[in-house]
Structure formats: C-alpha cells, structure tokens
C-alpha cells in the first residue's frame, strides 16, 4: 500500500525553525518528483514547494524562496522541508504528495502535520 | 503566476441532480504536447485532497465515472453526473503547467 506520512510539526516562535519529515512506503521513492502543500486555518489550498525524483531540482512558491529548503533521502524514502525565520503566517498544515512531472498529478497525499507560529 | 479563478464558490446539491465547476485561468495551460496541465482536486471534511481529474481530463485511478474534466487552454469544467452524499466537500482546480503552481480559490459543495 502506497502510504506517505508526514511528522515534525508543532509550535514554534515567529523566527524559529522546524524540519518537516515525509516517510514514504510502498513504491518507488526515487522515481518520483515530491511536493508540499499547505493549508492555512479556513483558508483553501497552497502548492509550497517540489522536488525532483534524483534530488537535483528544486521550486519553491515566493514567499517561502531563501526560508524554507526542500530535500529528498532517497536510501531513507524520506522527503523534507527544512523550514527557517518562520512567520505567523506559515500557520498551516502541510501536506507532502507524490507527484509526477510527466502526467502533472498529485496522485497520493499524506494526512498532513500542523505548524503554528505564534509568540 | 499563473492566477485561477473558479465558479461558482459555493454550490448548494440536490442528491442525484448533476453539478458542475468552472475554472479559469490567466494563461493557457496547454503545452506543446497537447495536454492541459489542470488538477482537479476534492477535499472532503477533516480530509486531505484527494485528486480526482488530472491532464484536464483524465479520471484518477479509482474515481467514480460519475466525475469528468473537460476543456481546453483557458477554461475548464468539473462535471459531476448525479452528485452523492459522499462527493460533498470543497473542490478545487490547480494548475501544474509552470512553477509556482497554483490553486484556485475552491468551490463548496454541499447539500440544500
């Protein structure tokens, strides 16, 4: 069974830092591209960040560019999101997903784990 | 970026009657290859998404028939046949032709 779960989340100060942790079972890690999305309190969704199946490619959306670091284990199956000088306003949930670049989708998500920044 | 748009954002249901969602975005999302790179996604209550159409128009795997995707570059459609009581929840469309990908907004569906 195909199966992603994230850990890692809690509660840190405005300017603190959390590692976000995604293990992943089930299938092939390495040859699939991985991303994160995030979910505000109420709010819809937002794509954060992906990275390529070997590690080499990264994106990121703007407002997390020079913060936040994504990267990859492939011999541990386990994708990350190092995530630094955090703000109240990357209070959210995030999710990690499989996806592949070819066909563009989304296919398998995690259950998601909660960061809240707040003093 | 690439800005999505949907309609409408909340869309009361009657069981068994069919539905459908626009989505719109600022660009085309046709590449090269043909495809339309839109995501269709449903997240269900206390749920994480779940993705539902992806290419614009193909079913993912273990998606009811009742669901289908159409369009093409700028505009596109969710179309559900006879809604159920478990397709309740928020839909959204995302765009995966050109980082930063981007979703839009979210309809909600529930019932009348």
């Known amino acids: 069974e195909v199966q992603l779960l994230e850990s890692g989340g809690g509660w840190v100060q405005p300017g603190g830092s959390l590692r976000l942790s995604c293990a992943v079972s089930g299938f092939t890690f390495s040859s699939y591209a991985m991303s994160w999305v995030r979910q505000a309190p109420g709010k819809g969704l937002e794509w954060v960040s992906a990275?390529?199946?070997?590690?080499?490619?990264?994106y990121y959306t703007d407002s997390v560019k020079g913060r936040f670091t994504i990267s990859r284990d492939n011999s541990k199956n386990t994708l990350y999101l190092q995530m630094n000088s955090l703000r109240a306003e990357d209070t959210a949930v995030y999710y990690c997903?499989?996806?592949?670049?070819?066909?563009?989708?989304?296919?398998?998500w995690g259950q998601g784990t909660t960061v809240t920044v707040s003093s | 970026d690439i800005v999505m748009t949907q309609s409408p954002l909340s869309l009361p249901v009657t069981p068994g009657e069919p539905a459908s969602i626009s989505c719109r975005s600022s660009?085309?999302?046709?590449?090269?290859?043909?495809?339309?790179?839109l995501n269709w996604f449903l997240q269900k209550p206390g749920q994480s998404p779940q993705l539902l159409i992806y290419?614009?128009?193909n079913r993912a795997s273990g998606v009811p028939e009742r669901f289908s995707g159409s369009g093409s570059g700028t505009d596109f459609t969710l179309k559900i046949s006879r809604v159920e009581a478990e397709d309740v929840g928020v839909y959204y469309c995302?765009?995966?032709?050109?980082?930063?990908?981007?979703f839009g907004p979210g309809t909600k569906v529930d019932f009348k």
């Open positions: 995302m765009q995966v032709l050109q980082t930063p990908f981007t």
């Open positions: 290419l614009g128009s």
């Open positions: 660009q085309s999302l046709l590449h090269s290859n043909g495809y339309n790179y």
């Open positions: 990275i390529g199946g070997g590690g080499g490619n990264t």
């Open positions: 997903n499989r996806y592949s670049g070819g066909y563009g989708d989304m296919d398998v």
